[in-house]
């Protein structure tokens, strides 16, 4: 008799175990882990050298791994802020996983740290089902990219607890409708923030360095619908009726 396997279901089970772990492990450390998810070009790293320098100067211990396929072009950014940084090469692999976090994060990571960014691989697609411990999940677009991003990518902006648009100093030159972003994101995730933002001008990031220090501080987070639809081990990539399944 042939047995047919789900090997992804296998694999992100074993990656959800591994992830619960981690995130006791950090937890019992008081270390916040922020998982940053974007498409490539969303002004992540440019923003994240911000949120990260308006930390140190606030005095919080706080760190940075950033994933990047081949270069270390990121890490030598994020470093400039003060911050400890570590570059990961993922050698084409278009996500990180809860093992790799780990293994990276062993002899590394400062005991004190309060608050580790992880700057996820450029990408809404492979990273948004892997679960990496983290206490918050935030999911970056820039308003450059369309407002009909979230509906594209259900799973990465469903998922999260919470979004950021990035870029917003040009959102008039670009002629980029908020309204119907907003839309499109409380479709696929009721009632998850918004924070606008501008890494060329600074503008919303003290606002979302506050939301990142009040998680760090016990406040509750976003509980996305979406992450309660779990079937077997395996999150569905839930969407509007309306979006083509080929983009579900």
């Known amino acids: 008799m042939c047995r047919v396997i789900d090997v992804r279901q296998a694999v992100l089970a074993r990656n959800d175990a591994l992830a619960g772990a981690l995130r006791k492990e950090l937890a ?13 070009g969303s002004g992540k790293t440019a923003l994240l050298e911000r949120v990260l320098a308006a930390l140190v100067e606030r005095g919080v211990p706080v760190a940075a791994l950033t994933a990047d396929l081949a270069t270390e072009n990121d890490a030598r ?76 990518y259900p799973m990465a902006f469903g998922l999260a607890h919470l979004v950021v648009l990035t870029k917003n100093d040009i959102a008039d030159a670009v002629d980029f409708d908020r309204p119907a972003f907003t839309g499109n994101v409380v479709r696929v995730n009721p009632g998850v923030g918004i924070v606008p933002t501008s890494a060329r001008t600074g503008a919303g990031v003290d606002g979302l360095v506050e939301r990142i220090l009040a998680v760090a501080e016990g406040a509750a987070v976003h509980r996305p619908v979406m992450a309660g639809r779990v079937r077997e081990g395996r999150l569905l990539q839930d969407a509007p009726d309306d979006v083509p399944a080929g983009q579900r």
């Open 77 to 152: 950014r994020l470093a400039r802020s003060g911050a400890p940084v570590k570059q990961v090469l993922t050698g084409g692999l278009c996500h990180l996983e809860a093992a790799q976090l780990r293994g990276h994060l062993r002899g590394w990571l400062p005991a004190d740290t309060r608050v580790l960014f992880v700057e996820n691989v450029g990408n809404l697609v492979c990273p948004a089902a892997y679960d990496l411990g983290e206490t918050l999940r935030v999911t970056l677009m820039s308003v450059t990219e369309g407002e009909d991003k979230p509906l594209k």
């Open 28 to 40: 019992s450390r008081r270390t916040t882990v922020v998982n940053l998810l974007s498409s490539p």
